[in-house]
Nanobody
């Protein structure tokens, strides 16, 4: 599976962005898809995850209520709608995929086998 993230940019605090992650491969619909981010000088951290059907999602507390993860298996794409953005959301955002994760592993970046190249999100105050 190859992943291509896009949609990042510069936005003012309180604004919105929608990230997309397009995947190649015919088995996309069976993969758990996650979003992670890494700010300068910090470790990569979990943001959100969605299961293969889209029926289950999970968010880090820092984005809960502001971000929404979704997927369109017909388009092999996962989305991250980001609203009410804050300067502390500034980071490079990565999408990740794995076919075999169990629920307790969804937030662990070292469990994902496939990664996109990252897209920069910058939120100005």
């Amino acid at each position: 599976v190859q992943l291509q993230a896009s949609g990042g940019g510069l936005v003012q605090a309180g604004g919105s962005l929608r990230l997309s992650c397009a995947a190649s491969g015919r088995t996309f619909s069976s993969y758990v898809m996650g979003w992670f981010r890494q700010a300068p000088g910090k470790e990569r951290e979990f943001v959100a995850v969605i299961n293969w059907s889209g029926g289950s999602t999970y968010y880090d507390d820092s984005v809960k209520g502001r971000f929404t993860i979704s997927r369109d298996n017909a388009k092999n794409t996962v989305y991250l709608q980001m609203n009410s953005l804050r300067p502390e959301d500034t980071a490079v955002y990565y999408c990740a995929a794995d076919p075999n994760l169990r629920f307790g592993e969804w937030t662990l970046d070292n469990r994902y086998d496939y990664w996109g190249q990252g897209t920069q999100v910058t939120v100005s105050s």
